[in-house]
């Protein structure tokens, strides 16, 4: 099992545009496969976060440029972000 730092941009309850951090737990295969966006999505939408409107909300990982650009690994604190897994 590898752990995937995940960023689910998104609306919270009241109605503001923000990030939601989590941490996924998923075998390479899952992450090749998409599963570890639809479990961060699956967990922020639990936690109350919506899309806006019909729109879906957005996720990136710690492997692609967006997260590093924001410098996510440094400006969340990862021990207090919810983890899930396959």
């Not at 992450?31 to 996720?59: I, P, Q, S, T, W």
Request: net charge negative; with cysteine; aromatic share 16%.
């Amino acid at each position: 099992m590898n752990t995937y730092k995940v960023i689910v941009f998104c609306y919270n309850s009241n109605g503001c545009p923000d990030v939601y951090p989590v941490k996924v737990n998923c075998e390479k295969k899952d992450f090749d496969d998409g599963e570890h966006y639809l479990l961060a999505l699956n967990e922020a939408y639990d936690a109350g976060f919506r899309g806006y409107f019909k729109r879906g909300m957005v996720v990136i990982d710690n492997t692609d440029n967006l997260f590093s650009h924001f410098d996510f690994e440094n400006k969340v604190n990862w021990d207090l972000a919810p983890t899930t897994a396959v």
